[in-house]
């Protein structure tokens, strides 16, 4: 039986599988108001398709990692309403699912290692010229990367928000990296791993991953799995253009003025505000918001914001 969805600017009913988001932050510092932005944007898209949301710790880069930032992360949204559906997943804790997926991209041969030093690399223009792609692995210099060698690589896809978003051919066919060479897996493929094992229908996150979109949807059909929808919000930039973050001393937020934050990151996201919103609990704000939820007022531009 065909389900109605009774979301009004929905672009994507002719899916008729059950919507299941994701926020996935990097414990790289506290939450600031750019990621208070992409956590409210995703939740609202979830609840406004009756969906579920989850939450992923994005934990797979030790040396970005600050102490004790997941646990406030996870704090920081329970406070600000943000409940999420299922156990939150760690991806420190996936390692062995990450090394068997590579296991078996190496055995089809869709992988390789390569040696070469980001000096090489920048002196030949910056973007990866498949170097190594015939080595064999015991020529090797240790440690090596393993890159992904991409046969097929997409050059463009449909976000809900910016319609089509085309890359440059050379960034769009780049055998890019799945494991560094310190030993760490590469967001990208892991990002892609987990998005695919929990079933995620519909990814939505802010405008600086909108270029890797294409790498991340290059393995999806690499792995002959289904699409899932992208939608990239605005994002949050200091006045010099750089996007909000910790190293930009992005200010922590103020949990004492979480309605205050929440409308203006309704507003930022081109929501509807109204004077009620004063009076409204954090719950009733957020219910409402998602009832209320429409792509039609948001900006595709990056904003300035003097968080
Ligand atoms: N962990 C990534 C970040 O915080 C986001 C990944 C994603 O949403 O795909 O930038
Ligand atoms: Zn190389």
Redesign the pocket.
Known sequence: MLSFCPFPVCMSCSHHTPYRGRF???PSGDLHFGSLVAALGSYLDARAHQGQWLVRM?DIDPPREVAGASVSILNTLEQFGLCWDEPVVYQSQRHEFYRDSLASISANHACYGCDCTRKMIMQGGGLYQSHCVDKAVESLANPHSIRFNNQQGLDHFDDRLHGRVTVAQDFAQEDFILKRKDGLYA?QLV?VLDDIDQKITD?V?GSD?LEVTTRQMTLYQYLEQPFARYLHLPLAVTDNGLKLSKQNHAKALDLQNKRGLLIDALSFLGQKVTHEYQDFTIEQLLEFAAKNWSLKTMSKQAQIISY
């Open positions: 996935a932050p990097s994005e967001y990002v990814i996150r991953l």
